[in-house]
């Protein structure tokens, strides 16, 4: 079994940043994709941004390109630095690990293990 915790949420004005931690632990394969994807109250899950096991591979949602940064700092700790943040980014981010696949995918079902979530509220 693979645990999955985030942390780094909080509130923010329009314009502001946050950075969010993610770790994996447990029973976790040599070799795993990451991911962040966020859900608002009354939309479905979606995709933020990915990365591969090695970090050489990294994936952005449109609405989120040249703001989020996605990193990892070795095989089991990913972030989220988030820049220029808008009020519509608000919503609970998770973190999430695909362990079946070598490249990120934009797809929630594909990812077998998940963060409880961290909320992320930004004010105009």
């Known amino acids: 079994q693979v645990q999955v915790v985030e942390s780094g949420g909080g509130l923010v004005q329009a314009g502001g940043s946050l950075r969010l931690s993610c770790a994996a632990s447990?029973?976790?394969?040599?070799?795993?994709?990451m991911g962040w994807f966020r859900q608002a109250p009354g939309n479905e899950r979606e995709f933020v941004a990915g990365?591969?096991?090695?970090?050489?591979?990294t994936t952005y949602a449109d609405s989120v390109k040249g703001r989020f940064t996605i990193s990892r700092d070795n095989a089991k700790n990913i972030y989220l630095q988030m820049n220029t943040l808008k009020p519509e980014d608000t919503a609970v981010y998770y973190c999430?690990?695909?362990?079946?696949?070598?490249?990120?995918?934009?797809?929630?079902?594909?990812?077998?293990?998940w963060g409880q979530g961290t909320q992320v509220t930004v004010s105009s």
């Open positions: 999430a690990v695909d362990v079946h696949y070598r490249l990120p995918r934009r797809d929630a079902n594909e990812y077998d293990y």
């Open positions: 447990g029973r976790t394969p040599s070799a795993y994709v």
């Open positions: 990365i591969s096991s090695n970090a050489g591979v």
